[in-house]
Nanobody, 127 residues
Framework: QVQLVESGGGLVQAGGSLRLSCAAS????????MGWFRQAPGKEREFVAA????????SYTDSVKGRFTISRDNARNRVYLQMNSLKPEDTAVYYC????????????????????WGQGTQVTVSS
């Protein structure tokens, strides 16, 4: 069982930056692929970024490439999402998610591949 707690959301002007953090419980964090997803008002939850066990493999949705960076610190049981050049369309609740070790080392774009979810943190970008 893994518990995930996100933090770092808030209100920022367009062009600004935020760094989201996700703290995970458990002693085997390094064997969970991790992902970030977001859900805007009135829309379905969508994939944002994913990272492999060791952090060497990452993937992003096209709309955030070059602006967002996912990273992890396995010693601290944390995964991060650095968000730069924020746009109003980035406004959403952001969720981190963990995929069980049995599903392999690479993060997925598919929600169904993730087994544990945080409660979410609100990011609001004003124009």
């Amino acid at each position: 069982q893994v518990q995930l707690v996100e933090s770092g959301g808030g209100l920022v002007q367009a062009g600004g930056s935020l760094r989201l953090s996700c703290a995970a419980s458990g002693r085997t964090f390094s064997t969970y692929a991790m992902g970030w997803f977001r859900q805007a008002p009135g829309k379905e939850r969508e994939f944002v970024a994913a990272i492999s066990w060791g952090g060497g493999s990452t993937s992003y949705t096209d709309s955030v490439k070059g602006r967002f960076t996912i990273s992890r610190d396995n010693a601290r049981n944390r995964v991060y999402l650095q968000m730069n050049s924020l746009k109003p369309e980035d406004t959403a609740v952001y969720y981190c998610a963990a995929s069980q070790p049995s599903k392999g080392p690479y993060g997925s774009r598919l929600e169904a591949r993730y087994d544990y979810w945080g409660q979410g943190t609100q990011v609001t970008v004003s124009s």
